[in-house]
């Protein structure tokens, strides 16, 4: 991939965090996610790029999406796969809450897993933990592993997981076992990346949510040096026919790193769309609305984070086409 695909991309995830903005608060998270759609899709377009996306939100709760399938950017330049939620977060948004992301992720044609809008479980931990997690291994096992890995105490161990009816035993287990957890009540995304970064206070994310979020993170987390394991969790036999045509034939295989973003480089890029441990949200004042993102680079490790100050006026559809 180009080098400079990075900085396009980062304008991608800023024109949908802009566009949803404007509906922080008011209760309306479908038209917050629409808004975030249209924009994002409007400056894919002028990507060089020869995109396909392989994994995308919006299936499983039939809102506005980049449908798995749809092809983005120019049609010049390097072949991709694209890994994207134009929103993640829409009911953090719609209550201005914390977290919301517009996010995105590519890699060289064919590096990204290629499945269905569906649930997945999740373990993901930072560059100290790294082949120190098993999905597969009780809480306790995984709790003392990364303690031992970032050399603390379980006691001083955050987990942090979704505040679902679904997660109680985990939350149960890991209150038995003396950690000390962060609930969130939406956007894993950040959640998982947060593990990577010693001053969100995060060492480790535990339970199930989107395989697209999944994905998305992994890519984060490849570039970040850390690790996150999943597996899928199909909900009906139409996600498991989908499963297999897609190419997934064991469905209850653990999906490592390599399964979920294969090769040496991928791109990650994600603009606040409210406040968060990582990202400030958008601000606006009268025509100008300033945003703050990063972008990351699995082959040079590089990490970017970069403020952006829009003219709205200059710019009113959030896209420049020459």
Wanted: net charge negative.
């Amino acid at each position: 991939m180009e080098r400079s695909l990075s900085m396009e991309l980062v304008r991608v995830t800023e024109a949908a965090a802009l566009a949803s903005a404007r509906w922080m608060g008011r209760g309306k998270k479908e038209e917050a996610d629409e808004a975030a759609t249209s924009s994002m899709r409007d400056v894919f377009d002028t990507v060089p790029m020869k995109g396909t996306v392989v994994i995308g939100e919006g299936e499983m709760d039939k809102a506005p999406m980049l449908y798995i399938g749809e092809k983005l950017g120019t049609g010049y330049g390097p072949r991709v796969d694209v890994a994207v939620d134009p929103l993640e977060g829409t009911n953090i948004v719609a209550s201005g809450g914390w977290n919301g992301l517009a996010v995105l992720a590519v890699a060289d044609h064919g590096n990204l897993l290629h499945a269905p809008d569906m649930y997945m479980e999740k373990i993901a931990v930072g560059p100290e933990a790294v082949g120190h997690i098993d999905i597969e291994a009780p809480i306790i096992d995984n709790l003392r592993a990364v303690a031992k890995a970032k050399n603390k105490d379980i006691e001083d161990v955050v987990a942090t997981i979704l505040n679902r009816p679904k997660h109680k035993h985990i939350i149960r287990e890991l209150r038995e076992a003396g950690a000390r957890i962060k609930v969130i009540d939406d956007g894993d995304v950040a959640g998982a990346i947060n593990v990577a970064f010693d001053h969100t206070g995060v060492d480790i994310l535990f339970g199930s949510g989107g395989a697209p979020e999944g994905v998305l993170a992994a890519v984060a987390l490849k570039c970040l040096g850390g690790e996150l394991q999943g597996k899928l969790l199909p909900q009906s036999e139409e996600e498991l026919v989908r499963c297999r045509a897609m190419g997934i034939q064991d469905i209850n295989r653990v999906l490592r790193m390599e399964d979920l973003v294969k090769g040496d480089d991928a791109i990650f890029a994600a603009t606040g769309v409210t406040d968060g441990e990582l990202l400030r949200g958008v601000q606006f004042k009268g025509s100008i609305g300033t945003t703050h993102s990063v972008v990351m680079r699995a082959k040079s490790g590089t990490v970017r984070f970069v403020d952006g100050r829009h003219s709205l006026k200059k710019k009113p559809n959030l896209v420049i086409k020459n």
